[in-house]
């Protein structure tokens, strides 16, 4: 969604309030497709100081993500407040900038951006997710299998022996 601030560079206004629903089916991440189950809901405040635009604003919606466990999908809300600066003044060297070329600038990149790095590392479905039996698969959460998972290994035999009472 792209986003005119003409009137602000020009200084014919000194703030713009934006609500919006953003239309996104899904998200790339670097290494997954994110659905997006709810709409992204935007609201932003454009303010303007010197040659920096400076937009505060909350992205509500619900994705779905997979836990990294049990790799079961799973719903995730979305609550993110984010803070980022534009200008379009390419004299201004500041690495925290973000630059444009015109007076519009990509909503939907910058909400994209800011869930991306919002989401935890580890993605779990519930916080005790007993995650899937590295011998046979089966989710755990479901239930316990068969399998012998006394996790014993023989190169440890002699620490074992080390704090036996005998």
Same mark, same amino acid.
């Given at each position: 969604?792209?986003?005119?601030?003409?009137?602000?560079?020009?200084?014919?206004?000194? +703030?713009? !309030?934006?609500?919006? =629903?953003?239309?996104? +089916?899904? =998200?790339?991440?670097?290494? %997954?497709?994110?659905?997006?189950?709810?709409?992204?809901?935007?609201?932003?405040?454009?303010?303007?100081? %010197?040659?920096?635009?400076?937009?505060?604003?909350?992205?509500?919606?619900?994705?779905?993500?997979?836990?990294?466990?049990?790799?079961?999908?799973?719903?995730?809300?979305?609550?993110? %407040?984010?803070?980022?600066?534009?200008?379009?003044?390419?004299?201004?060297?500041?690495? !925290?900038?973000?630059?444009?070329?015109?007076?519009?600038?990509?909503?939907?990149?910058?909400? %994209?951006?800011? =869930? =991306?790095?919002?989401?935890?590392?580890?993605?779990?479905?519930?916080?005790?997710?007993?995650?899937?039996?590295?011998?046979?698969?089966?989710?755990?959460?479901?239930?316990?299998?068969?399998?012998?998972?006394?996790?014993?290994?023989?190169?440890?035999?002699?620490?074992?022996?080390?704090?036996?009472?005998?």
């Amino acid at each position: 969604m792209i986003i005119n601030i003409s009137d602000l560079i020009r200084k014919s206004i000194a +703030k713009k !309030e934006i609500n919006v =629903i953003l239309d996104l +089916k899904s =998200i790339k991440d670097s290494y %997954e497709t994110i659905n997006v189950i709810d709409p992204i809901k935007v609201q932003l405040v454009i303010g303007k100081i %010197e040659d920096v635009l400076s937009l505060d604003g909350v992205i509500v919606g619900k994705i779905e993500l997979t836990c990294s466990r049990c790799l079961q999908k799973f719903n995730y809300d979305l609550d993110i %407040e984010f803070h980022e600066k534009l200008t379009n003044n390419p004299d201004n060297r500041d690495d !925290e900038l973000i630059f444009i070329n015109n007076d519009n600038f990509d909503l939907a990149e910058i909400v %994209e951006n800011n =869930i =991306i790095t919002s989401l935890p590392i580890q993605r779990l479905c519930k916080n005790d997710c007993k995650g899937l039996c590295y011998t046979c698969g089966k989710n755990l959460n479901y239930g316990s299998c068969d399998c012998d998972n006394s996790n014993y290994d023989p190169r440890f035999d002699k620490l074992k022996d080390l704090f036996s009472n005998n």
